[in-house]
């Protein structure tokens, strides 16, 4: 009976461990998101003052809830750039119509246009039932991580893992969108991973149990998973980025290398971190603007990298700030061969 007693503990102790993160069923990126986030990147790119014009039918093409979100929240920041505040207050309210909320910031004015909205009769019902559509979520939310397999997976062969988290404010589509090579899809495990604080309907961040969250989900990745636990490499950009330079430098998880995008620097880093990086061979990439705001803690970062002999890589694009490349799944590639490169 008492052993009976024990087995019950221990299982009901390791679901309750469990309940911090929960996977979600693999889903490839729906083909209009993909066409949807490259459209708009041109119109932003453009200099001329260009209208993104969509009638119910167009609305309703779209029927994948990730790309409908999307659609919501981007042409309501399009329009309030071109100071079309009445399209861009009706298309928030109709995207609350459909049971989404948006990432709104009430004390520091985020986005900008929230005090152009103000101006609308409506604009104290549309906060209310934002608020109230968020708090009906969160109730519910948890962190998240989704795997994606090689197209070709043989379990009986080891892979390497690619362990993905957003930044300050994301989500699993974006990471999906944004990390997306022929190299992770064929010859990688992909997880990516969402933090269970809800900002917006696909705005989330990860909550100060982060750290359990993704070990939790890591540990259950590679007990169901043929992962190759010598060939981890931990992604993210800005504090995914800080999150991985954590996981790596308390050995939370066993990493090879790190994929850090414009990262921001945790300042608790000391000389015993850079050794117990070169004992354990651990290779850094970092991709940066040189107009990011944190670029010079990101250059002292790999000051001290090179002064320990760390193998690292520095990449510095004179054209961005706090962003991606436009040519990023070229240096995606080019960083996981340097990586996993045996020396």
């Not at 299982?11 to 911090?20: A, K, N, T």
């Not at 000391?270 to 050794?275: A, G, I, P, S, V």
């Amino acid at each position: 009976m008492k052993t009976l007693l024990f087995v019950i503990a221990v299982l009901l102790c390791r679901f309750s461990i469990g309940q911090g993160v929960v996977e979600i069923p693999f889903k490839s990126l729906d083909k209009d998101y993909v066409k949807l986030v490259n459209s708009i990147k041109e119109i932003e790119k453009s200099e001329s003052k260009q209208i993104i014009s969509l009638d119910e039918n167009d609305f309703e093409k779209f029927d994948d809830l990730d790309t409908r979100y999307l659609m919501f929240f981007k042409l309501s920041i399009h329009y309030a750039a071109l100071k079309e505040y009445d399209k861009c207050f009706e298309i928030l309210k109709k995207g609350q119509s459909e049971g989404f909320f948006f990432l709104f910031n009430y004390d520091g004015n985020y986005p900008s246009y929230l005090e152009e909205l103000k101006k609308f009769d409506g604009y104290q019902a549309l906060v209310d039932q934002n608020e109230s559509l968020k708090k009906e979520k969160e109730t519910t939310a948890k962190a998240e991580y989704m795997i994606q397999l090689p197209e070709d997976y043989n379990e009986n062969i080891k892979y390497p893992l690619m362990l993905n988290m957003h930044g300050g404010g994301g989500c699993i589509p974006d990471l999906q969108y944004l990390y997306n090579s022929p190299k992770l899809k064929n010859d990688f495990i992909v997880a990516y991973f969402q933090g269970n604080d809800m900002l917006g309907s696909y705005h989330r961040a990860f909550s100060r149990n982060w750290i359990e969250q993704v070990t939790t989900g890591y540990n259950q990745i590679i007990s169901k998973c043929s992962v190759d636990t010598t060939k981890i490499i931990l992604a993210g950009p800005s504090a995914g980025g800080v999150r991985s330079i954590h996981l790596a430098y308390k050995n939370e998880i066993p990493a090879r290398g790190l994929l850090l995008n414009f990262p921001v620097i945790p300042g608790s880093i000391k000389d015993t971190t850079y050794l117990e990086f070169k004992e354990r061979d651990l290779k850094v990439v970092q991709l940066c603007g040189e107009n990011d705001w944190a670029i010079q803690q990101q250059k002292e970062f790999a000051y001290w990298l090179d002064r320990y002999k760390i193998k690292n890589r520095f990449v510095v694009f004179p054209e961005i700030g706090h962003d991606f490349p436009e040519n990023f799944q070229h240096h995606l590639e080019t960083s996981i061969e340097f990586l996993l490169k045996e020396d």
